[in-house]
């Protein structure tokens, strides 16, 4: 199965080693539908079923034939693909599409505004960005009014109309300034006002407060590795920006406590004249750029948000002014049976970023969507992509919406209905391999099937592979090579094997993804290691 070149390989050696020593060296020369093909001895074609889906980005399959010919017409008509700093009427159309569908699913009454980027973590990057530029306008508005405040408060003292207020506020604020009785009020506010300027400095000096989740996956670039929990993503890189702060999934007092004493601790001074007597009052302060989620923990094991912890991240970011970032790059576009899979749970976002099958399985694309009450217009003029917004990804997603949304919806049904047959077969493997599959979960067309711990096998092959987190990949290669069947682990997780199939998964290819995932968990459970290394 691998090639036979002999050309130097310069593109990633090391990871193309890993591949061949994994039975997963494979040149796949065709793909339609779930299907890929490579090439045996002879030349003749292998078909292999597609669980990964291009890391689900493929919702209507491999080179979908309806997309495909769109995509044709829209090259053969000569569109300009790249007229940037132009009007961009079909961007605008899928902004207006993408608007009309969320406002159906979640109730939205005002509209979102949309920036286009070409990947995943870029438009997480862009919407991370924005809520940055929000909160830092915010943050100079709210220093600018406390300046107008002291300005106020030293006019009136220079006028001799101002006292400073023997409150205890202006003690915890200031202490007591040395020889306080004896000092003029002038001095006395100055003492406080330089007080306060450095506890406003301090806080204001801060990076902006970054909330995600454990497990959380939202892209590998400068920034966006910041918000991806795995250490062995992220570790070597905490250098090149702001850290996150990661919270747990399933405690919900952990998440309010953490909220709450980052708040507690981010207020500033404002400083009051009331009758001629100056004090100082706490305020809340913009400390908070965003907090990302998933609805279902794509990369993290295929961990499904449920009601009950969205309401709650919802609540708290809610009461502490946290715009809610939903990352919906690998959930979106259907794949759960609703174009947003948070809306199944209630969960609404200030921020929406889609992508992966946005494009159809042809195009880059990504969108952010900005609710109209956080979005700064001046943004645009600040942040901008060589490709983004290009004429062929808008008029390719474009249509993808359209064949989502044709038939009221048939799309989401059929993502419903066929999730609900591959989750059946890996229930029923499952059932009858308890000592080898830990659990299933998901939703609709992205499903995970989880692996017992099994560094305690009796096969060295087995443990060692369990040992050094590699499990999952050897039973990828095994499914490839004795089966047929593509399928990888997640990416944070990889003990747990993630099914991303198209909306056109048929029976027979469920049947036959059964047939294998039973044949591994039985050599699993009969540790018998010299069928699993073929
Ligand atoms: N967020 C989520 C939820 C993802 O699943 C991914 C990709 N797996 C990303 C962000 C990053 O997308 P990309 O690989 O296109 O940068």
């Known amino acids: 199965m691998e090639s036979a070149s002999t050309e130097p390989q310069l593109t990633e050696p090391y990871l193309t080693t890993v591949l061949a020593n994994s039975g997963l060296g494979v040149d796949y020369v065709r793909a ?28 209507l399959g491999h080179n979908n034939a309806e997309l495909t010919a769109h995509a044709k017409a829209v090259l053969d008509s000569g569109i300009p693909v790249y007229v940037q700093f132009s009007r961009h009427p079909a961007a605008n159309r899928l902004a207006v599409k993408l608007n009309e569908i969320v406002a159906r699913e979640t109730g939205a009454t005002e509209p979102y505004f949309t920036h286009f980027a070409s990947t995943g973590a870029e438009a997480i990057e862009t919407a991370v960005k924005h809520a940055e530029f929000d909160r830092v306008l915010k943050v100079s508005a709210l220093m600018g009014e406390i300046e107008g405040h002291v300005a106020q408060a030293r006019d009136a003292a220079r006028e001799g109309r101002l006292t400073v207020a023997d409150s205890a506020r202006v003690k915890a604020a200031a202490g007591t300034p040395s020889g306080s009785t004896a000092a003029s009020p002038q001095d006395a506010l100055e003492h406080l006002l330089a007080a306060v300027a450095r506890h406003n400095g301090e806080v204001a000096g801060r990076p902006p407060v970054l909330l995600a989740l454990e497990g959380s996956f939202h892209g590998k670039l400068m920034g966006s590795v910041q918000l991806t929990h795995n250490s062995g993503f992220r570790s070597a890189f905490g250098g090149l920006g702001a850290q996150a702060h990661f919270l747990p999934l399933d405690q919900p007092d952990v998440l309010t406590k953490a909220v709450d004493g980052i708040r507690a601790r981010s207020r500033v001074l404002d400083v009051v004249v009331t009758d001629g007597v100056a004090d100082v009052v706490e305020r809340d302060f913009p400390a908070f750029c965003a907090f990302l989620v998933e609805p279902i923990q794509g990369e993290g094991g295929i961990r499904v948000l449920d009601r009950e912890a969205a309401e709650h991240i919802q609540r708290v970011s809610a009461a502490a002014d946290c715009p809610l970032l939903i990352d919906e790059i690998q959930t979106g576009l259907g794949r759960t049976g609703a174009f947003l899979a948070s809306s199944l749970v209630g969960l609404r976002g200030d921020y929406y970023v889609l992508s992966k099958s946005l494009g159809g399985g042809v195009a880059k694309s990504s969108v952010v969507l900005v609710h109209q009450k956080r979005y700064r217009g001046e943004f645009e003029l600040v942040h901008s992509s060589t490709f983004a917004k290009d ?16 038939e009221d919806g048939a799309a989401y049904r059929q993502a419903e209905e066929r ?44 443990s060692s592979a369990a040992r050094s987190g590699i499990l999952g990949y050897v039973a990828a290669g095994f499914l490839l090579g004795a089966h047929r069947i593509r399928v990888l682990p997640t990416a944070s997780a990889p003990n747990t094997l993630r099914f991303a199939p198209s909306l056109h998964l048929t029976e027979e290819e469920t049947g036959h993804l059964e047939t294998a995932l039973r044949d591994l968990c039985a050599l699993l459970r009969d540790q018998d290691e010299q069928r699993l290394a073929g």
């Open 391 to 406: 004429g062929f990804s808008t008029a390719v997603a474009l249509k993808v919406l359209e064949m989502l949304e044709a």
């Open 32 to 59: 339609e539908g779930n299907t890929v093909f490579h090439l045996d001895a002879d030349g003749k074609e292998v078909p292999v079923t597609d669980y990964c889906g291009g890391y689900a980005s493929l919702i």
């Open 419 to 462: 999730g609900e047959m591959l989750r059946a077969a890996l229930d029923r493997v499952r059932a009858d391999y308890p000592e080898v599959v830990k659990e299933t979960r998901g939703r609709g067309l992205l499903q995970g099937l989880e692996f017992h711990d099994q560094s305690g096998s009796g096969s060295a092959v087995i």
